[in-house]
């Protein structure tokens, strides 16, 4: 009798592994499909409809945790999917569409689980606002995209919500106004950007509005090194990190 059901649970057991990683006439993944790591873990598994998934499509780390959870829509060949930390926590979750990113993605800290990005994309492409975020669920940046590209204002927060820095975006290059706030909201340093390059007159306030510095710039360059340099010195004898204009060049 019991050899009877060893022989019975061995044959159940081969009918299943062979119902697995199946492929139709045309060559397409069917039914219930189960792949693995080296060291024998599942890397991922699901069932699949015309070489489609269909349903819940799970991934794993190599560890044996869970790194993603996809609930596809075969119908609209679109899928909703959950990202997770090696630690179990959610790391990300939107749609995909086509296999392309598509609506809003929200990306999650790690420690404390909170909400830290939030990404809009068009086919696949960063199009409109992405917001970056304190612990606190403040803003703490918004960055505008058209078509994967920077395009439109750029604003940095406080914890507080006062504005820290306000500048734009034209075709992926800082363009015009630049300026930098302290925590009260008064104006701490005003500049301008051609062509992603400090240029003009840049002006530096103290925290009671009086202008305490200013140097001009051509082609994201100091006109007067000497009067740069000595610049860098005041503000390190300060104890204050001097704000300077993005600049590919640094300068002794």
Sequence with gaps: MLRHLLVLLFLTGSLSIFSQNQLDERGRKTGPWKVEYLNGRTQYEATFVEGRPKGEMIRYYETGAVRARMMFDSALD?????????NGRIAAEGWYLEKRKDSVWTYYSELDKSVRIREP???????GEVRSYYENHGISETVSWKQNIKEGPWKQFYNNGSPR???QYENNQLQGFYKIFYADS??????EYLDHKATGTWTYYDESGKEVYSLDYLLGKPVDIVKYNQWIQDSLKNYEVATEPESDQQYE
């Design 186 to 191: 008064a104006l701490k340093v005003k500049g």
């Design 121 to 127: 994309y068009l086919d696949g492409k960063l199009e």
């Design 78 to 86: 679109r899928s909703y999917t959950k990202m997770f930390y090696k």
């Design 165 to 167: 820095l306000s500048s």
